[in-house]
């Protein structure tokens, strides 16, 4: 099990799609970054869950080298395992500046009983190995292992979570000052720029300022197009703005509107 986990890393999650055509994060982080988004399917037309009921977490993580092909997975390690999910997502909501959702960082502390690593020392450094013994807490473990990995070696800072509407994916910043704070400028960073612009000149005109020209007008209207966007909606944005030059898994017709 562990040298099959080892070899799943970043290389060989560059299909992924990736809002904004961005790439992955490195080595066995994207993993992690994987399992983070399953709460969105970028690769079909539903868009939904990827984790709809506990064959398809088993399917998920076999096909990720997680559990054993064979191993069988119930109701309530669906729901460990989401709010496993969750609380990395709160994580890495952290890392972008967010507030820090505790309640689901204690979800994730319960979620990880049970999925238990050991550490070996090697003149490389020390490593995490996954010593559990059924397969949810292998696989739990061998997240476990990854992210610790990437707190002590830098890379974890860099993983965060998207704050716009509906969204909270997870994505890298590779940019060199750290500044990245969205999944996608085009999508989640242009609309909430355009919401914040119309909530304060919605402000304005309730303080009596005069109206002016209409020059920002097709901006108000895209901002309240935004305000009525219901979550659907945005996953079939993500999937229309996905990059299919970059990842063939996408290359299918971008949705009207």
């Given at each position: 099990?562990?040298a099959?986990?080892?070899?799943?890393?970043?290389?060989?999650?560059?299909?992924?799609?990736?809002?904004?055509?961005?790439?992955?994060?490195?080595?066995?982080?994207?993993?992690?970054?994987?399992?983070?988004?399953?709460?969105?399917?970028?690769?079909?037309d539903?868009?939904?869950?990827?984790?709809?009921?506990?064959?398809?977490?088993?399917?998920?993580?076999?096909?990720?080298?997680?559990?054993?092909?064979?191993?069988?997975?119930?109701?309530?390690?669906?729901?460990?395992?989401l709010?496993?999910r969750?609380?990395?997502?709160?994580?890495?909501?952290?890392?972008?500046?967010?507030?820090?959702?505790?309640?689901?960082?204690?979800?994730?502390?319960?979620?990880?009983?049970?999925?238990?690593t050991?550490?070996?020392?090697?003149p490389?450094?020390?490593?995490?190995?996954?010593?559990?013994?059924s397969?949810?807490?292998?696989?739990?473990?061998?997240?476990?292992?990854?992210?610790?990995?990437?707190?002590i070696?830098?890379?974890?800072?860099?993983?965060?979570?998207?704050?716009?509407?509906?969204?909270?994916?997870?994505?890298?910043?590779h940019?060199?000052?750290q500044?990245?704070?969205?999944?996608?400028?085009?999508?989640?960073?242009?609309?909430?720029?355009?919401?914040?612009?119309?909530?304060?000149?919605?402000?304005?005109?309730?303080a009596?300022?005069?109206?002016?020209?209409?020059?920002?007008?097709?901006?108000?209207?895209?901002?309240?197009?935004?305000?009525?966007?219901?979550?659907?909606?945005?996953r079939?944005?993500?999937?229309?703005e996905?990059?299919?030059?970059?990842?063939?898994?996408?290359?299918?017709?971008?949705?009207?509107?």
């Open positions: 099990m562990n099959t986990v080892a070899r799943v890393t970043g290389e060989t999650l560059l299909d992924a799609p990736q809002p904004g055509g961005r790439r992955p994060a490195p080595g066995r982080l994207a993993l992690v970054q994987a399992f983070v988004n399953t709460h969105y399917d970028l690769a079909t539903g868009g939904g869950e990827l984790l709809g009921d506990p064959k398809a977490l088993g399917a998920w993580m076999s096909a990720h080298a997680l559990i054993a092909p064979d191993a069988r997975l119930d109701a309530q390690d669906l729901e460990r395992a709010a496993f969750e609380g990395l997502r709160a994580l890495a909501f952290s890392n972008n500046d967010e507030p820090l959702d505790e309640a689901a960082v204690e979800a994730l502390a319960a979620a990880s009983a049970g999925a238990a050991e550490i070996r020392i090697a490389e450094g020390p490593r995490f190995v996954p010593s559990a013994e397969a949810l807490d292998a696989g739990l473990a061998a997240l476990l292992a990854i992210t610790a990995t990437a707190m070696d830098g890379t974890w800072p860099r993983l965060k979570a998207c704050p716009g509407r509906h969204c909270g994916w997870a994505f890298y910043d940019s060199r000052n500044s990245a704070r969205w999944c996608s400028m085009q999508i989640c960073g242009d609309r909430e720029k355009a919401r914040s612009y119309y909530r304060r000149r919605s402000e304005r005109l309730g009596g300022a005069p109206v002016g020209d209409r020059e920002h007008e097709r901006g108000d209207q895209g901002a309240r197009r935004g305000e009525r966007e219901d979550e659907g909606e945005h079939l944005s993500l999937r229309g996905v990059d299919a030059d970059d990842h063939p898994a996408a290359r299918r017709p971008r949705p009207s509107g």
